[in-house]
């Protein structure tokens, strides 16, 4: 059963940069997308940006001056950086896997737990 | 960018009732609107894809239907897991965006 693992800092201080990372275990890495979602505390999900296996990248035009997403294939996981973040930025974020060509390919059917970022000074 | 509202942003109704939720978009998304449904501290679980494509292993009672800027999410009898929020996502056009979400609770 494929599984989605996260880790990352959770508490930062404004200015300094998101990292999390995401691991994918049991399942391939090629032929799907990838993304990144948001969801500030007791709100909505945000889409943050997507990334595949050839290395086709999209990205929140909201974001995407700040964000970077990157995928490493020899250790299947894949990599979100925020720079510069504010209060703004705390939420829980997630990764997900799309699912398969055909069929729920833009739409994400494997979620990570989450990892709660807190911005605070 | 696309704005998705849902409506109502919260449902009160019982086990065995039948709940219908609306997602209505700025402009048209064809037919490329999926449905989440979120419990409390978890992820969201991907229903429907599509308008009206189950996704894999959700039960029968979850539908959805629509077209264009209006879309409906449909479970036929409540079962007592299906108290949780509900997020609608277009895929017509990117940034990907979902609805604000309707809070389906016990009543």
């Known amino acids: 059963q494929v599984q989605l693992q996260q880790w990352g800092a959770g508490l930062l201080k404004p200015s300094e940069t998101l990292s999390l990372t995401c691991a994918v275990y049991?399942?391939?890495?090629?032929?799907?997308?990838w993304s990144w979602i948001r969801q500030p505390p007791g709100k909505g999900l945000e889409w943050i940006g997507e990334?595949?296996?050839?290395?086709?990248?999209n990205y929140n035009a909201s974001l995407k001056s700040r964000t970077i997403i990157s995928l490493d294939t020899s250790k299947n996981q894949l990599s979100l950086n925020l720079d510069s973040v504010t209060a703004a930025d705390t939420a829980v974020y997630y990764c997900?896997?799309?699912?398969?060509?055909?069929?729920?390919?833009?739409?994400?059917?494997?979620w990570g737990r989450g990892t709660l970022v807190t911005v605070s000074s | 960018e696309i704005v998705l509202t849902q409506s109502p942003a919260t449902m009160s109704l019982s086990p065995g009732e039948r709940a219908t939720l609306s997602c209505r978009a700025s402009?048209?998304?064809?037919?490329?609107l999926g449905w989440y449904q979120q419990p409390p501290g978890q992820a969201p679980r991907l229903l429907i894809y599509?308008?009206?494509n189950r996704a894999t292993g959700i039960p029968a009672r979850f539908s959805g239907s629509g077209s264009g800027t209006d879309f409906t999410l449909t479970i036929s009898s409540l079962e007592p897991e299906d108290f949780a929020v509900y997020y609608c996502?277009?895929?017509?056009?990117?940034?990907?965006?979902f609805g604000q979400g309707t809070k389906l609770e016990i009543k």
């Open positions: 997900a896997r799309h699912g398969v060509r055909g069929f729920s390919y833009w739409y994400f059917d494997l």
């Open positions: 049991g399942g391939s890495f090629s032929g799907y997308y």
């Open positions: 990334i595949n296996h050839s290395g086709t990248i």
């Open positions: 402009q048209s998304v064809s037919s490329y």
């Open positions: 599509d308008a009206s």
């Open positions: 996502q277009q895929r017509s056009s990117w940034p990907r965006t």
